[in-house]
């Protein structure tokens, strides 16, 4: 199983950008698929999550009104368009999956991860 994360960046704040999460060897139904993300010298958060058996979308505080999840179940690809960025979203950002899980920020519940792609958000 391996998921691969592309589409990070340097951007301006105010800009926007489209994470994609491919999954290669397995699909994603009935699955929950969540974005993480660490920025230096903090823990790992939450961001977005969408679970494929309902498509039902949700997004942390920090980011809520700026960033839109969508899965592509043809291409096996969950996708984070990220508008209006800011210096604080300047991450490291993962995406993860779990089989026959409801959509969770808590990291531990999923096993497989992604290897990141950085976001940086600077003028």
């Known amino acids: 199983l391996q998921l691969v994360e592309s589409g990070g960046g340097l951007v301006q704040p105010g800009g926007s950008l489209r994470l994609s999460c491919a999954a290669s060897g397995f699909t994603f139904d009935n699955s929950a698929i969540a974005w993480f993300r660490r920025a230096p010298g903090k823990e790992r958060e939450g961001v977005s999550c969408?679970?494929?058996?309902?498509?039902?979308?949700h997004y942390a505080n920090s980011v809520w009104g700026r960033v839109t999840i969508s899965s592509d179940t043809d291409s096996n690809t969950v996708y984070l368009q990220m508008n209006d960025l800011k210096p604080e979203d300047t991450a490291t950002y993962y995406c993860?999956?779990?089989?026959?899980?409801?959509?969770?920020?808590?990291?531990?519940?999923?096993?497989?991860w992604g290897q990141g792609t950085q976001v940086t958000v600077s003028s």
């Open positions: 993860a999956f779990e089989r026959y899980s409801h959509c969770s920020w808590h990291e531990h519940l999923f096993h497989t």
């Open positions: 969408i679970s494929t058996d309902d498509g039902r979308p």
